[in-house]
Nanobody, 121 residues
Framework: QVQLVEFGGGLVQAGGSLRLSCLAA????????MGWYRQAPGKQRELVAT???????NFSDSVKGRFTISRDNDKNTVYLQMNSMKPEDTAVYYC???????????????WGQGTQVTVSS
């Protein structure tokens, strides 16, 4: 059984910082790309940032220059450092990873349970 477990959401004032973590746990053979998505009330889920197993990153235009993504491959963990936060960053943040699990024929996408991030003005 493979699962993604997220940590680090909460309430922060505009201009502040938060760090999210996501651990891929279970019987894992390989973790490929990992990333973060978010969904604000009444809106569709959108990409925030992704990182490949080799460390290549991609960011949405709305967070470029403010957010960074990193990962620890030994710990199967991805991090999202959010700086200079804005009220429009308020959303539920979801971790995503493409994982090959033990005895699975191919890798598949997994999602975390989501963590609420609220930025007050």
């Amino acid at each position: 059984q493979v699962q993604l477990v997220e940590f680090g959401g909460g309430l922060v004032q505009a201009g502040g910082s938060l760090r999210l973590s996501c651990l891929a746990a279970g019987r894992i053979v390989r973790v490929n790309a990992m990333g973060w998505y978010r969904q604000a009330p009444g809106k569709q889920r959108e990409l925030v940032a992704t990182i490949t197993s080799g460390g290549v990153t991609n960011f949405s235009d709305s967070v470029k220059g403010r957010f960074t993504i990193s990962r620890d491959n030994d710990k199967n963990t991805v991090y999202l450092q959010m700086n200079s936060m804005k009220p429009e960053d308020t959303a539920v943040y979801y971790c995503n990873a493409e994982i090959l699990g033990w005895l699975q024929p191919q890798s598949r996408d997994y999602w975390g349970q989501g963590t609420q991030v609220t930025v007050s003005s």
